[in-house]
C-alpha cells in the first residue's frame, strides 16, 4: 500500500477507464476522489456503481459532466440526467437486479466465472444469457464483474491499508475492493497500526494499492 495525494491518484486513472465507485445513493461514496476525477476530467468511463445517485452527489457529479459512458448499476431512478443521458443514447445502460448485481463482484473479488441465479428467469433480464437447469429448476448464468479500479471510502484506514467501515456506508465498498485490479482508498480517519482491532478489519490491507492522504 501507498499513500497518495488524491491529484497522484485519479491521474492513474486513464480516459475510458473500467471504475467500480462504492456507496449507496453517495452513502458510503468518496466524494473526494469523484471531484478530483471530474477536475481531471476523465471522460468515457465506464461505471459500475449500485446506482447513479443524485445530481451532484456521488457518482452522479459525473453524469453531470458527461463523463461516463457506460453504466452498470442497479437503478437510476433518482438522477434525471442519467435518464436523459440514457435516453438519448449518450450512454450504454445495463440494469442489473441488485442481488445479482452484488454476487458478480463477489465472484469477480473470488476468481469465479460467474453465479447461477433464478432471479430474471423468463423476464427480459435473462435476453441473451445462458439458462442452465439443476434439479429440475432453471438458473440463469450471470457473468463475474470486475474493474481496472475501484475507489472506495472507509470510516477507518490505519497506516498499513487496513479498513474499516461505519454502519450503511459499508454497503458495496468491501465487496469491490476485492474485484479491481488497482483499489484506491479514501477514509476518514487515517489511524495507527493496532487502533483498529483484528477483528474489526473488514478489508485487509493487501487488497489496498494507495491511500488517499487526509491533509
Avoid at 447513479?52 to 463523463?67: E, Y
Avoid at 438522477?79 to 450504454?92: C, E, G, S, T, V
Avoid at 469477480?108 to 460467474?114: A, I, K, N
Avoid at 453465479?115 to 440463469?140: H, M, N, S, W, Y
Amino acid at each position: 500500500m501507498k499513500a497518495v495525494s488524491v491529484e497522484e491518484a485519479v491521474a492513474m486513472i486513464p480516459a475510458g477507464a473500467s471504475v467500480m465507485v462504492g456507496g449507496f445513493m453517495g452513502v458510503g461514496t468518496p466524494e473526494r476522489l469523484l471531484d478530483e476525477v471530474v477536475r481531471q476530467r476523465k471522460t468515457g468511463l465506464t461505471l459500475i456503481s449500485n446506482d447513479a445517485a443524485t445530481p451532484g452527489k456521488g457518482v452522479g457529479k459525473l453524469f453531470d459532466q458527461a463523463l461516463v459512458s457506460k453504466l452498470t448499476a442497479t437503478h437510476i431512478g433518482l438522477n434525471p440526467k442519467a435518464q436523459q443521458q440514457m435516453l438519448a443514447n449518450q450512454i450504454a445502460v445495463d440494469l442489473v437486479p441488485q442481488g445479482t448485481f452484488v454476487e458478480r463482484i463477489r465472484a469477480g473479488g473470488c476468481g469465479l466465472g460467474g453465479v447461477l441465479t433464478p432471479t430474471g428467469v423468463g423476464t427480459l433480464v435473462a435476453e441473451g444469457k445462458r439458462q442452465i437447469e439443476v434439479d429440475g429448476k432453471p438458473f440463469l448464468l450471470e457473468t463475474a464483474l470486475r474493474a481496472q479500479f475501484a475507489l472506495v471510502h472507509a470510516f477507518l484506514a490505519d497506516y498499513l491499508g487496513n479498513l474499516a467501515y461505519a454502519l450503511t456506508s459499508r454497503n458495496f465498498n468491501p465487496i469491490m475492493a476485492m474485484a479491481a485490479d488497482t483499489v484506491i482508498v479514501t477514509a476518514e480517519h487515517i489511524v495507527p497500526v493496532g487502533v483498529i482491532a483484528p477483528d474489526h478489519v473488514v478489508t485487509p490491507a493487501p487488497l489496498v494499492d494507495y491511500l488517499i492522504t487526509n491533509g
